[in-house]
């Protein structure tokens, strides 16, 4: 299977973007991973939408906004929005701390090693896995 992060952006457009995402792809969306780094001694979120695989071509897409959201004691309008939208969806959420992406070399590694921590806890189908 293919499972491949999809960057939407940083801005509140992309934010908007993924609430739509949510909206009209409930049925397809299988859960949202929200990841908690720190990044220049700011705490940073990266909201994930994890899509079920495509019928046809087997490929999984996670979209992402990639550490764009402050970390806040009270969760940002933007963070709150999102979870909201997962939630009235039926999508359940998981929270995850990561390393942030500036401790890779290249972005693709990033994506890599979240992919990696999101199979080792099941919130994604293995590599060598059929469904």
């Known amino acids: 299977m293919i499972q491949r ?19 009209y792809n409930k049925e397809r969306a299988m859960r949202l991973a929200v990841f908690h780094t720190k990044l220049n001694d700011k ?19 996670i979209y992402i906004s990639t550490e764009g959201i402050p970390d806040l004691e009270k969760p940002s309008e933007r963070l709150r929005l999102i ?19 500036v401790a890779f070399g290249e972005k693709e590694l990033y994506f ?3 992919v990696g921590i999101l199979r080792m806890n099941h919130y994604i189908a293995p590599l060598s896995s059929s469904y």
Not at 5 to 23: C, M, S
């Open 5 to 23: 992060f999809i960057e939407l952006g940083e801005g509140y457009a992309d934010v908007y973007e993924l609430l739509d995402l949510i909206k």
């Open 112 to 114: 890599q090693h979240l």
């Open 83 to 101: 979870e909201s939208a997962a939630d009235q969806a039926g999508i359940p959420i998981v929270h995850l701390e990561v390393q942030p992406s």
């Open 43 to 61: 705490k940073v979120v990266s909201p994930a939408l994890i899509m079920k695989k495509t019928e046809m071509g087997n490929f999984q897409a």
